[in-house]
C-alpha cells in the first residue's frame, strides 16, 4: 500500500514518521522515487541500523535521507521535567502516583517541526504509540522513586483514566500535524495505519491458541474515526499480524490488528 500510495503521488518529497527499523517501510524503493526523503524517528539508532543493510543502487543512494531525531508530539522532554520537580522528600508512594497524575493530565502535546510540506507523508504503526516514549521515561522515573510500587501505579483508576486522556490528546494533535504536513490539493498522499486491537495468545497444550480477550489500543474504536472530513479515503486495508507465535504450551505471542488506509486531501 506504501508504495501503491508513492505510484501516485509521482515524486517530490516524502516522509517517514516513526521510521524505527524500517520493517515495514519499502526504504530503498522511495529513495529511488522521492527526490527529497526524510525520516523522523525518537530513538535514531534501530533506523542507522537498518539503512546500513539497505542495498541502495548508485543512482539512489542514501545520502537524500535526512535523518531528524525528536518526539513527534513533544511530550518525553516536557513530562520529564515537570515530573523531575516532584518534591525530594517524598517517600510515600501514593503521592508519587498523585504526582504522576497531575502531571500526565497538565502535559500540553507540542508537535515537531519536521519541514514540509511534503507530496507523501507516511505514518505507518506509530499512531497508537505515538504518547508511549513519554509514558515509558515517568512510568521509570516512578519505578526508580518507588522500588516495588510499579503495580501500585499501574493498576490506579486515576492514573490509568489520566493516560488515557493523554493518549487521546496525542492521538488528536498527530492527526491534525499530518494534516499540516500534507501538501494542499494536488496529487499528496498519506498512508496511516495503526494496530488498532491486541490479543494476548497463549499456546496451549490442546493446540490452538487461547486468548483472554481483545483490548482496544487507540482511543477511538478503528482508523476511519479519526479522519477529517477534508481527507479522502483512496484505499483501506484490514489485517490480523501475529507477533513472535507462540510454539509451546505456556509461551505466549501477540496479536495485533492493523488498520491502513491511503487519502488524499479531498480538495485534491
Ligand atoms: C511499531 S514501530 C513502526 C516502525 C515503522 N514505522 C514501521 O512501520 O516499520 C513505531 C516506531 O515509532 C516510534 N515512535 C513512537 N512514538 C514516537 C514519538 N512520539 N516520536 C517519534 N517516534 C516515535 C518508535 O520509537 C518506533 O520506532
Redesign the pocket.
Known amino acids: 500500500m506504501i508504495l501503491q500510495a508513492a505510484a501516485q503521488v509521482g515524486g517530490g518529497s516524502a516522509i517517514?514518521?516513526?521510521?524505527?527499523?524500517?520493517?515495514?517501510?519499502p526504504i530503498v524503493e522511495l529513495a529511488e522515487r522521492f527526490d527529497r526523503l526524510v525520516l523522523?524517528?525518537?530513538?535514531l539508532d534501530?533506523?542507522r541500523r537498518a539503512l546500513r543493510t539497505c542495498a541502495f543502487p548508485q543512482s539512489a543512494g542514501c545520502e537524500k535521507i535526512e535523518l531528524i531525531e525528536?518526539?513527534?508530539?513533544g511530550?518525553?522532554t516536557r513530562l520529564s521535567r515537570e515530573i523531575q520537580r516532584c518534591p525530594a522528600v517524598t517517600t510515600d508512594h501514593r503521592c508519587g502516583i498523585d504526582r504522576m497524575c497531575a502531571v500526565v493530565e497538565a502535559a500540553q502535546v507540542q508537535p515537531?517541526e519536521s519541514g514540509g510540506p511534503y507530496d507523501l507523508v507516511?505514518?505507518?504503526?506509530?499512531l497508537s504509540?505515538?504518547?508511549?516514549?513519554?509514558l515509558d521515561e515517568v512510568t521509570s522515573w516512578f519505578e526508580g522513586r518507588f522500588p516495588d510500587q510499579g503495580d501500585a501505579l499501574r493498576q490506579s483508576h486515576e492514573w490509568i483514566d489520566a493516560v488515557g486522556r493523554m493518549a487521546a490528546r496525542?492521538e488528536c494533535a498527530f492527526i491534525g500535524h499530518l494534516d499540516h504536513l500534507l501538501l494542499e490539493g494536488g496529487h499528496s498522499r498519506l498512508y496511516l495505519?495503526a494496530?488498532t486491537r491486541y490479543s494476548a495468545l497463549h499456546a496451549t497444550a490442546e493446540g490452538p491458541w487461547a486468548s483472554p480477550g481483545i483490548f482496544t489500543m487507540t482511543s477511538r474504536p478503528t482508523l476511519s474515526d479519526y479522519l477529517p472530513d477534508t481527507w479522502n479515503i483512496i484505499q483501506a486495508s484490514s489485517w490480523p499480524w501475529v507477533a513472535a507465535p507462540p510454539r509451546t504450551a505456556g509461551q505466549v505471542g501477540n496479536l495485533y490488528r492493523v488498520e491502513a488506509v491511503v487519502v488524499g486531501r479531498a480538495d485534491g
Open positions: 517517514v514518521l516513526g521510521a524505527g527499523a524500517l520493517k515495514e517501510i523522523v524517528e525518537i530513538d534501530a533506523t525528536g518526539d513527534l508530539v511530550l518525553k515537531l507516511i505514518a505507518s504503526a506509530v504509540q505515538v504518547y508511549k516514549p513519554a496525542a495505519s494496530t
